[in-house]
Each structure stands twice: as C-alpha cells, then as structure tokens.
C-alpha cells in the first residue's frame, strides 16, 4: 500500500493572509487541495477526477500555488512534455474563522448531509452516524477538538486500498438544549425495587 500522500510536506500550515483564504475557501479550490492529500496529481488527472475543463483547474492551482498553498512536487517527462505533479504544501491547513472561512462549519455540515442523502441504497446502509450531548467547560471543549482534529488527520493519511472513498465527519458544537438541574446531595444507595417498599 502506497503512503498517503505520496510526497513530502508539512505537518501543518497557519492560514495568515487574505490571499490564502481567498485561495483555499472557493469550491474547486477546496475540491483540489482535498484531492492531493491522496497522492501528487497533474492538472489533467485533477480535470478528469473534478470534471472540469483542464484550463479551468489550471488556473485554480496557478491560484493555490501563489498562495502557498500547493506547489509541484516532482516532475515527469511524458513524450515531448514535462508532466507537473502538484502537492499541498502542508497536511493541515489551520484557520480562523474570518474572511471566506466563515460560515465554513455550517457550508461543510450541509454539503456532508446532502452527500448522505443522496447515497445510493447500497451504500446508504453503511452509514453510522450518531450524536451525545455532554455538558463540559471551554477548556474541555478545547481539549476535545484536538483529539478529533487528530483523529481526522488520521483518519485521511490511511492508505489507499479498497474501491470506495469514505468521508469522516465531525463536529463540536454548542446547542441551546437543556440539561438535567445539579443533583440535590448524593445519590442514595441503589437498591432493588422490590425490597425496602411498605
């Protein structure tokens, strides 16, 4: 199995100029850097994948690249021609929510529904979603979207195998649900229903 991705690059990079949020935050553009977390790819291999015209995504990748965002990894002469490779320039791009990025989660949190709705039968029975709700502080929430962040990270440098793609969502968010009162003293000793009652 090949090492997702199939080329060097940085563990992370922190978005800090409007340039880069213009880059990374239009559909295509985000399409394209998703797709090179797989492996190195040409503009026509990302044209056929994204089924737009190979001018198009050049000129998106031209974008990505002055940015900083992508950058050719490798080279490779096919016929008269030097075939160009592109690749992120870091695993994880890290953002705040300003500029284009916001409203992200929520664009990101329907784009996933509409994905799941429109499955087919035979895939939509391997769909495992589930929900909990706990009640914890800002420092936990904090905690907690690193160690899903992490997950994720993980999660998208597994090998390439198998035929199908498979999308990992996540999301930390505070709701305006109620929760049970503070307990009123401790709780008293379990005991079976049917002893102790007159």
């Known amino acids: 199995m090949t090492e997702t991705p199939d080329y060097e690059l940085a563990d ?87 500029n284009e990025a916001r409203g992200l989660s929520q664009r990101t949190l329907a784009d996933v529904s509409a994905e799941i709705t429109q499955l087919p039968a035979e895939l939509a029975d391997q769909v495992n979603v589930n929900l909990r709700y706990a009640r914890i502080p800002a420092d936990r929430v904090a905690e907690w979207n690193e160690r899903v962040g992490d997950l994720l990270v993980e999660f998208g440098t597994q090998p390439r195998s198998g035929e199908t793609t498979y999308g990992l969502a996540i999301a930390l968010y505070p709701t305006g649900r109620s929760s049970l009162p503070e307990s009123e003293g401790p709780a008293p000793e379990d005991r079976p229903e049917s002893e102790g009652r007159e």
């Open 12 to 98: 992370s990079l922190e978005l800090s100029t409007p340039e880069q949020y213009r880059a990374l935050f239009e559909d295509t553009r985000t399409e394209i850097v998703m797709l090179l977390l797989e492996r190195a790819a040409t503009t026509s291999e990302l044209a056929e994948s994204l089924g737009r015209p190979k001018g198009t995504v050049g000129h998106h990748l031209k974008v990505l690249e002055e940015a900083g965002l992508v950058r050719v990894v490798r080279t490779r002469k096919v016929r008269a021609l030097e075939a160009k490779y592109y690749g992120r320039t870091a695993r994880t791009f890290y953002y705040q929510a300003v």
